[in-house]
Nanobody
Framework: HLELVQSGGGLVQPGGSLNLSCAAAPGFFMDPYAIAWFRQAPGKEREAVSCIDITGDRPNYKDSVKGRFTISRDNAKGTVYLQMNDLKPEDTATYYC????????????????WGEGTLVAVSS
């Protein structure tokens, strides 16, 4: 079992940056889980953004964020980060982190545990 606690997010102007965090709650360990970030804009379906394998060596990015977002993990701190640069209005959404066990690889399906979501708003 894993509980995820998200932080970061907020309102930023186009071209700005934000750093989202997804941490294992006290007493839980993130090491054995692949982690993915998803987002859902108002009136739209949830979409995958980025994921990272259990070692952090093989991140993956969807085309819409490639070159602007960076995913990383610090297993010692039990935290995964999503650094978002050059933000655009179309990045506005609620962002969710999710975890999947029993896999060494970066995945976007059959996620087992979800964070509570954090709102990112990009507007001038």
């Amino acid at each position: 079992h894993l509980e995820l606690v998200q932080s970061g997010g907020g309102l930023v102007q186009p071209g700005g940056s934000l750093n989202l965090s997804c941490a294992a709650a006290p007493g839980f360990f993130m090491d054995p889980y692949a982690i993915a970030w998803f987002r859902q804009a108002p009136g739209k379906e949830r979409e995958a953004v980025s994921c990272i394998d259990i070692t952090g060596d093989r991140p993956n990015y969807k085309d819409s964020v490639k070159g602007r977002f960076t995913i990383s993990r610090d297993n010692a701190k039990g935290t995964v980060y999503l650094q978002m640069n050059d933000l655009k209005p179309e990045d506005t959404a609620t962002y969710y982190c999710a975890a999947k066990g029993s896999t060494r690889f970066c995945v976007y399906y059959e996620m087992q545990y979800w964070g509570e979501g954090t709102l990112v708003a990009v507007s001038s």
